[in-house]
């Protein structure tokens, strides 16, 4: 039997998974999956390919999905052996820090990380910095 957890953190639409090389097996190996804010224009094939009903993701469609830096939570819906459980994630700055994926946040975590190592410091430094911009922007 298998035993532990396996994470996997994909910040793309599960239709692009799961046509790509193992994506069936991707999708296969996880009993439990967290589907955080979606586009409505990919909804029903997160429906299709995640098997869960098209209804129970019309929140997370909505803007109470997108992150709430004020008071630094996502919210989600955890899919684990049929049932569909609304949860509410708060997350670390450095966790944030590490796993943001908008263009532009992305970018910045890439400019501060090459500050940190062009004063010949470890590339955290730069994650710090970025994770302390995302509490003051809050």
């Known amino acids: 039997?298998?035993?532990?957890?396996?994470?996997?953190?994909?910040?793309?639409?599960?239709?692009?998974?799961?046509?790509?090389?193992?994506?069936?097996?991707?999708?296969?190996?996880?009993?439990?999956?967290?589907?955080?804010?979606?586009?409505?224009?990919?909804?029903?094939d997160c429906a299709e390919i995640l098997k869960v009903p098209r209804e129970l993701l019309d929140p997370n469609i909505t803007t109470a999905y997108e992150p709430n830096r004020a008071w630094g939570y996502s919210n989600w819906l955890a899919v684990m052996e049929g049932t569909y459980t609304p949860v509410r994630i708060y997350a670390s700055p450095g966790g944030l820090a590490v796993t943001v994926n908008n263009v532009h946040e992305v970018q910045r975590r890439r400019e501060l990380i090459q500050q940190a190592l062009d004063r010949e410091l470890h590339p955290i430094h730069g994650l710090h910095e970025y994770a302390r911009e995302l509490i003051q922007t809050a």
């Not at 953190?9 to 046509?19: C, N």
Request: proline letters at 0%.
């Open 1 to 44: 039997a298998k035993a532990g957890l396996s994470i996997i953190i994909a910040a793309q639409e599960a239709d692009s998974i799961y046509h790509s090389a193992g994506g069936k097996q991707i999708f296969g190996n996880n009993d439990i999956l967290l589907i955080g804010k979606i586009e409505a224009a990919i909804a029903d």
